[in-house]
């Protein structure tokens, strides 16, 4: 069953898109429409919905904020029907030109990655509409091209996927979680409180709920490296932490999406430093 739902924050629209197999989707994903701008363009399983919503909007420009499946979807679509410019960063525009990788939950709810050459390579630190000014942050962390716009005068945050959620229980295999909390920590320094995640939308608020993850990631993350020190294997840095894998998503995922990944990012992170 394919879900979707319109929302509006002040002059802000927005689509929320999922596919339920049993019921009602287990996750969904917003894109956002502002004076002309979109920014994401859904995932390729609700393409005729999402191109509904659109057909009767002033759509000038796009921006993409990270290449991921459920954010870059129609991209192709939306290059053939409007005719409008589809910004990303340099990251993203030559992300979504290769082969990426996709686990099977990914392919059943969100359908398989696009490949493109339409996303130009945006490198100006600033992406303007007739009425708003965004500023362009990369945050990279879940994915390294990702980028979030903030509208300073208006107190307007688009997190792309840096927040979800206060707390989260699992990772993708590529995942940082040192880059995600600088990358948070980033955010929690500007003056907003809309906070418009693409996942988990916030209108009020916004900010306390961003320091909030960044104290529950620093110090997942300082217990992973005291037992990492011990001489603790992942698995057992895992019970130690009083952290559970969730096995049937494990499995499901192929290893792509599960709690052993956050642990391990850790342990990457450190690593590296």
Request: cysteine-free; charged content about 30%; aromatic content about 12%.
């Given at each position: 069953m394919h879900y979707t739902k319109r929302h509006r924050f002040g002059p802000i629209e927005s689509l929320q898109m999922g596919v339920g197999y049993f019921g009602p989707p287990p996750v969904s994903v917003h894109s956002f429409f502002i004076d002309g701008l979109l920014?994401?363009?859904?995932?390729?399983?609700?393409?005729?919905?999402?191109?509904?919503?659109?057909?009767?909007?002033?759509?000038?420009?796009?921006?993409?904020t990270h290449h991921h499946e459920d954010h870059s979807g129609n991209i192709n679509s939306i290059a053939t029907q409007f005719k409008v410019p589809i910004y990303g960063s340099l990251g993203c525009s030559e992300l979504v030109q290769g082969q990426v990788a996709t686990s099977l939950p990914q392919r059943l709810f969100w359908g398989p990655p696009v490949f493109t050459d339409c996303v130009a390579a945006y490198e100006q630190s600033r992406l303007s509409t007739p009425k708003y000014d965004f500023e362009l942050l990369p945050i990279p962390g879940h994915a390294e091209d990702q980028v979030a716009l903030y509208e300073p005068n208006q107190g307007w945050l688009f997190s792309a996927d840096a927040f979800v959620g206060p707390q989260i229980k699992y990772f993708m295999k590529k995942e940082s979680m040192a880059q995600q909390i600088q990358s948070l920590k980033k955010m929690a320094s500007l003056d907003f409180d809309l906070l418009l995640c693409c996942h988990t939308p916030v209108v009020k608020g916004g900010k306390a709920l961003i320091e909030q993850k960044i104290h529950y990631l620093e110090q997942y993350y300082a217990a992973v490296v005291y037992y990492h020190r011990k001489g603790q294997s992942p698995r057992q840095i895992l019970k130690s932490i009083g952290a559970k894998e969730r096995w049937g998503q494990y499995f499901f995922s192929g290893g792509n999406m599960c709690a052993i990944n956050m642990v391990k990012s850790v342990i990457r992170d450190e690593k590296n430093r």
């Open positions: 920014i994401d363009t859904g995932p390729p399983k609700l393409k005729r919905e999402f191109l509904h919503w659109l057909e009767s909007k002033p759509l000038k420009q796009v921006y993409i």
